[in-house]
Nanobody, 126 residues
């Protein structure tokens, strides 16, 4: 089993920046695809960015390309999401997730492939 704990959320003004962190523990060798999802009130959960822990391939939602960057610190089992030029529409609960299967361009944004979910951290942009 994999445990995921997010941190780093908060309130920022439009145009500001935040970096989210996700600490992994447990059977971390089962995490072959890591990602960040988000969910705003009244909206469906959506994929934000993903990274393959094997080769470092990354995938981004069109809405965040050029503004968000996903990265991993394998030595310390930490996943990051650097967010810049934040917009009010980025306001959401952000979740760190992990999948046992490898990432792929065709499935990285599918909720059901992810086996493990954190509790979430709130990001508010105003």
């Amino acid at each position: 089993h994999v445990q995921l704990v997010e941190s780093g959320g908060g309130s920022v003004q439009t145009g500001g920046s935040l970096t989210l962190s996700c600490a992994l523990s447990g059977d971390t060798d089962k995490s072959h695809c890591m990602a960040w999802f988000r969910q705003a009130p009244g909206k469906e959960r959506e994929a934000v960015a993903s990274i393959c822990t094997v080769d470092g391939s990354t995938y981004y939602a069109d809405s965040v390309k050029g503004r968000f960057s996903i990265s991993q610190d394998n030595a310390n089992n930490i996943l990051y999401l650097e967010m810049s030029n934040l917009k009010p529409e980025d306001t959401a609960m952000y979740y760190c997730v992990a999948a046992e299967r490898p990432c792929s361009s065709s499935s990285w944004d599918i909720v059901s492939i992810y086996n493990y979910w954190g509790q979430g951290t709130q990001v508010t942009v105003s």
